[in-house]
Structures are given as C-alpha cells and as structure tokens.
C-alpha cells in the first residue's frame, strides 16, 4: 500500500544510455495537479484593461471640465459625475455634458408658479438618469472600498462576517454602499431644502433605500454569475486582477438598469430631487418633459 502510494506521486522520464534507455520515476510537480488556464482570460484581460483605461480617461475629462470654470451646482456632483464614468464610461460623459448647461453654478432656476410646475411634471430621461448615476455613485464607491478592504485583509477575515467569501462580499458592500449612498443624497436634499441634520437624514433615507436596494440587487446578481458561474472554484479571480474591476464595472451598469425604474417612481413621488432643473418652459418642452399636458394648457 505504502509502495503504491507513493509511486502515485511520481511520473516517469525516459533516460537515455548508451544504446538503449531506461525509464526512471520522478517526483509529480505541483502544477501538474492545477486545471489548465482558461484561453479566454487573454483577451479578457486585453479587453478588461481597455475598458478600464477608458473609463478612467472619462472620469479625468469630467474632473479636468470642472476645472475650466464648469464648476457644478451641487458640489456633491463633483463626486458624483467621475465616481460614474468609472463604470459607465463614455456613456457617462454623455449624460454630464448634456446635463451640463442647466447644473452649473450660477445657471438660471425656475421661479414661482413655473417651479411648482416642474416639480409637478413626469421626469425626463435625464433627470431620472441623474437621479441612478447619483445612488450609483455611493454604491460604486462603497464597493470599490468594501472589494479592496477584504482583499488587503485576506482569506480568513473575508470569512468571518457571514461565514464565507462570497457572502462577506455582499454584506460588507452593502453595508458601504448604503451608508455612503445615504450620505451622498444627504448632501443634496439638505441644501436644497434647508433642513435639520436630523430630518436631512430621515428623508435621504425615504429617498434613497429604495434605488440602493434595487442597484445592489442587480449587482449582486452579476457578482454571482461571476463568482459561480463564469469564474468558479479554484479559478476565483481577485481584485489584483483587470478581469475582476470589468466584472464588477459590468456589475454595476447591471445595478444601473435595475435601479432606473425605482428612480423614475420615486422622482414622481417626490421624494428625490430632480437634476437638473428647467428654468423655463421653452427649454422644459425641449427636452420634452411635458408628456401629457400641451403648452396651452400649462402656459
């Protein structure tokens, strides 16, 4: 038993000898003993790089605007616009500079009766967009933190919180992303409205719980698929790879989309903001967000 056992850690060499040769056994390496590496992960590391490359390059255009006297509103959207172009990209830059003109600081506000009308109208496109790139910006941040955090830790801490890695993942983001999504919507419902630190608090939560709960539903639906799915034991990827940022940027454009639809009724309710705002009717009717009511009726 002894004899079989180890020979079944040993492989054989063929050694030459004069006119003949001779198998002889040698020790099995260690890397014998690994599945082999996956093609695909060449060029999905290639296309991972790329992709973050230019999302990167976006969140630096957005940032270098701000600093040719673009400056927003709402400072909160300084964090706001490069945090989002981290994982959407060109696309994000898109929605900044079609948004840009009317949340400047010092752009024209609507007044009067015409500002209980916007508050009253269905929300565009834009602003429901604005609304998620908003939520979407504290959840990202707090996933970037909460993914970096329990991989500096290492393997036995990332398992203490729920019992295993997957599993701390996902509370340790969601814990992060709520409380800094919290904060983020904090930091724009209370200047626009005046309000106590206690009531800022209570109503960024009415405002916000909602679209992180359904961001993070998303997101952690890809970061499952990714996990079990397309990357399972023991080729789990980690995050000092280019492939486990693309999976996690595709994670949170997923949470994008599955937050949407909670922005657009919760926008309706009154509950967010909207941004950007429309400081008369020409330009509201522009960017059609009168849907139901005709300019004779509401003039």
């Not at 969140?59 to 300084?78: P, Y």
């Not at 706001?80 to 024209?108: H, K």
């Amino acid at each position: 038993m002894y004899v079989s056992a180890a020979m079944s850690c040993l492989r054989p060499s063929k050694i030459q000898a004069g006119q003949g040769s001779f198998w002889l056994a040698q020790p099995r390496r260690e890397v014998d003993h690994l599945p082999a590496v996956p093609s695909y992960l060449s060029w999905l590391t290639f296309i991972s790089w790329a992709y973050l490359a230019f999302c990167i390059g976006s969140g630096l255009f957005i940032v270098a605007d701000f600093f040719r006297d673009h400056r927003q509103r709402m400072w909160i959207m300084h964090l706001v616009w490069p945090i989002t172009a981290l994982y959407l990209g060109p696309l994000a830059v898109l929605l900044y500079a079609s948004t840009r003109p009317l949340s400047l600081s010092g752009s024209p506000q609507p007044k009067g009766r015409f500002r209980e009308l916007m508050k009253q109208a269905d929300p565009t496109r834009e602003q429901s967009a604005v609304a998620v790139s908003h939520c979407g910006a504290g959840c990202a941040l707090g996933d970037i933190i909460g993914e970096t955090t329990l991989f500096a830790l290492g393997g036995s801490v990332a398992t203490f919180v729920a019992g295993s890695e997957f599993a701390t993942r996902v509370v340790t983001d969601f814990v992060l992303a709520y409380v800094l999504g919290i904060i983020f919507q904090y930091f724009t419902i209370v200047p626009l409205r005046r309000l106590s630190l206690g009531k800022g608090i209570l109503l960024a939560m009415r405002a916000d719980t909602i679209s992180i709960l359904a961001f993070q539903i998303g997101m952690f639906a890809w970061m499952a698929l990714s996990h079990f799915v397309f990357f399972p034991a023991p080729r789990h990827i980690q995050p000092n790879l280019a492939v486990f940022w693309f999976m996690m940027q595709i994670a949170m454009i997923v949470g994008w989309f599955t937050a949407y639809p909670a922005n657009v009724w919760l926008l309706k309710k009154r509950w967010k903001e909207k941004m950007p705002t429309y400081p008369n009717l020409e330009v509201m009717e522009s960017v059609e967000v009168i849907q139901t009511q005709s300019p004779g009726k509401i003039a």
